[in-house]
């Protein structure tokens, strides 16, 4: 039972033993005063502004926690958060070093080795060519000087020259192509290998993480409550850390399902931490969550979460994550007809107080306007300075008129 609920059943059992008569059944008075609802929550005080730290992006590797600071630690501008292991990007910069150097070399001996095979291939094409310049320039073609074989033999001479300077200029060409590609591979090696180098230097660069302000660290926590330690391997933007703003807190707090009736923004409310329980904060309902959730897994008691926004928030005693215990004022009323809960029953499915009178206890049937923990406020049905029973009267030694609500109308 929360603490609301305990304050509404003491003030219920005082005015029942305040307003008890000598009648065998304990009785209490109908009372005209003003009706508050009040709920208990609890929750932690979080930050309303906070910086994220999270793992440099930089880095494009996953990344091992050497130091973390410690959570809760202050820290100022340019302090020192975490500082993570250089050996995977010290080991991946001599890699890419060691690769680069090769495929230098490897460009150096492939540009020499297609200098000389495209030297090879223009005098080869020009041998061919002045081949097939002395088969022209001494072709027999004079039928009255050279027999036919030997204007055949000079005709297939031609010929023959006029195919190796094509084929001289084939290779040449094919040649440049095969020197070509093989530039381009090993250019496509030099630059993934001058890429893996940049990422080395750039992850060197970003192996320490510091405070962009002044602040107060505080470690994230996964979905079991564990923070980084050092030895743990994080990855690119994974958050770490964050440096929450102090100056402005807020409460998130939990009611249960059952109590939230009534709950919304604007509420006001007081918040108590913990650690400084004399201290009270007041505060206002700033957000309700739409669904109902269970605060633990398995758990079939169902939450609405609150956040609450604190007027005045002082950096001295507040931290991020400080638990903290709300009474939230769901509902006010200047005057009402206010009677104990235990003086309601319920009979037949409709709501009725025994009226004590002359001839007895006189079932009458009520409105209920509101509920409190301990209190209720009736719209109608009965007066001030009416006494009504505690308990049923017919159980309780007491006379009953009648056992239905309809003996009497409602005043």
Same mark, same amino acid.
């Given at each position: 039972m929360?603490?609301?609920?305990?304050?509404?059943?003491? $003030?219920?059992?005082?005015?029942?033993?305040?307003?008890?008569?000598?009648?065998?059944?304990?009785?209490?008075?109908?009372?005209?005063?003003?009706?508050?609802?009040?709920?208990?929550?609890?929750?932690?005080? /979080?930050?309303?502004?906070?910086?994220?730290?999270?793992?440099?992006?930089?880095?494009?590797?996953?990344?091992?926690?050497?130091?973390?600071?410690?959570?809760?630690?202050?820290?100022?501008?340019?302090?020192?958060?975490a500082?993570?292991?250089?050996?995977?990007?010290?080991?991946d910069?001599?890699?890419?070093?060691?690769?680069?150097?090769? %495929?230098? +070399?490897?460009?150096?001996?492939?540009? *020499?080795?297609?200098?000389?095979?495209?030297?090879?291939?223009?005098?080869?094409?020009?041998?061919?060519?002045?081949?097939?310049e002395?088969?022209?320039?001494?072709?027999?073609?004079?039928?009255?000087?050279? *027999?036919?074989?030997?204007?055949?033999?000079?005709?297939?001479?031609?010929?023959?020259?006029?195919?190796?300077?094509?084929?001289?200029l084939?290779?040449?060409d094919?040649?440049?192509?095969v020197?070509?590609?093989?530039?381009?591979?090993?250019?496509?090696?030099?630059?993934?290998?001058?890429l893996?180098?940049?990422?080395?230097?750039?992850?060197?660069?970003? $192996?320490? +993480?510091?405070?962009?302000?002044d602040?107060? /660290?505080?470690l994230?926590?996964?979905?079991?409550?564990n923070?980084?330690r050092?030895? &743990?391997?994080?990855?690119?933007?994974?958050?770490?850390a =964050? +440096?929450? &703003?102090?100056?402005?807190?807020?409460?998130?707090?939990?009611?249960?399902?059952?109590?939230?009736?009534?709950? =919304?923004?604007?509420?006001?409310?007081?918040?108590?931490?913990?650690?400084?329980?004399? @201290?009270?904060?007041?505060?206002?309902?700033?957000?309700?969550?739409?669904?109902?959730?269970? @605060?633990?897994?398995?758990?079939?008691?169902?939450?609405?979460?609150?956040?609450?926004? /604190?007027?005045? *928030?002082?950096?001295?005693?507040m931290?991020?994550?400080?638990?903290?215990?709300?009474?939230?004022?769901?509902?006010?009323?200047?005057?009402?007809?206010?009677?104990?809960?235990?003086?309601?029953?319920?009979?037949?499915?409709?709501?009725?107080?025994?009226r004590?009178?002359?001839?007895?206890f006189?079932?009458?049937?009520?409105?209920?306007?509101?509920?409190?923990?301990?209190?209720?406020?009736? %719209?109608?049905?009965?007066?001030?300075?009416?006494?009504?029973? +505690?308990?049923?009267?017919?159980?309780?030694?007491?006379?009953?008129?009648?056992?239905?609500?309809?003996? =009497?109308?409602?005043?």
């Open positions: 929360t603490r609301a609920a305990v304050a509404g059943w003491a $003030l219920g059992l005082l005015l029942s033993a305040a307003c008890a008569g000598p009648s065998e059944v304990a009785t209490c008075r109908v009372e005209r005063r003003a009706f508050v609802r009040e709920v208990s929550a609890e929750g932690h005080l /979080v930050a309303r502004r906070s910086t994220p730290l999270t793992v440099p992006q930089e880095a494009e590797a996953p990344m091992r926690v050497e130091w973390l600071v410690a959570d809760g630690a202050r820290v100022a501008a340019g302090d020192p958060i500082r993570f292991d250089e050996t995977g990007f010290r080991a910069l001599e890699q890419a070093t060691s690769e680069r150097s090769r %495929a230098e +070399l490897r460009r150096t001996g492939q540009e *020499s080795g297609a200098r000389t095979e495209a030297a090879k291939g223009e005098l080869d094409a020009a041998l061919a060519r002045r081949e097939r002395v088969a022209e320039t001494f072709r027999l073609t004079d039928e009255e000087l050279f *027999s036919r074989n030997e204007r055949i033999e000079s005709e297939l001479d031609r010929d023959l020259a006029l195919a190796k300077e094509e084929h001289a084939a290779a040449r094919v040649r440049s192509r020197a070509h590609g093989a530039a381009s591979l090993i250019e496509i090696e030099r630059r993934q290998a001058e893996a180098l940049g990422r080395a230097e750039t992850g060197l660069a970003a $192996l320490s +993480l510091v405070a962009p302000h602040g107060l /660290v505080i994230f926590r996964d979905w079991r409550g923070v980084a050092p030895g &743990d391997t994080l990855y690119p933007g994974q958050r770490l =964050e +440096l929450p &703003d102090l100056a402005e807190m807020q409460a998130e707090v939990y009611v249960l399902e059952a109590d939230a009736g009534g709950l =919304e923004v604007g509420a006001a409310a007081e918040v108590r931490l913990d650690a400084h329980p004399a @201290r009270v904060f007041t505060a206002r309902v700033e957000r309700v969550d739409k669904v109902a959730k269970p @605060r633990r897994r398995g758990s079939p008691v169902q939450y609405f979460g609150a956040t609450l926004a /604190v007027a005045e *928030s002082d950096p001295a005693v931290r991020p994550g400080q638990r903290v215990r709300a009474r939230l004022t769901l509902e006010q009323r200047a005057a009402a007809l206010v009677v104990p809960r235990a003086a309601l029953f319920e009979v037949d499915g409709r709501q009725v107080v025994y004590e009178g002359p001839a007895g006189l079932p009458i049937e009520v409105t209920v306007e509101s509920a409190g923990a301990g209190l209720v406020a009736l %719209a109608g049905g009965v007066a001030e300075g009416d006494r009504l029973a +505690l308990a049923d009267p017919r159980r309780n030694g007491g006379r009953a008129t009648a056992a239905a609500p309809a003996a =009497e109308a409602p005043r």
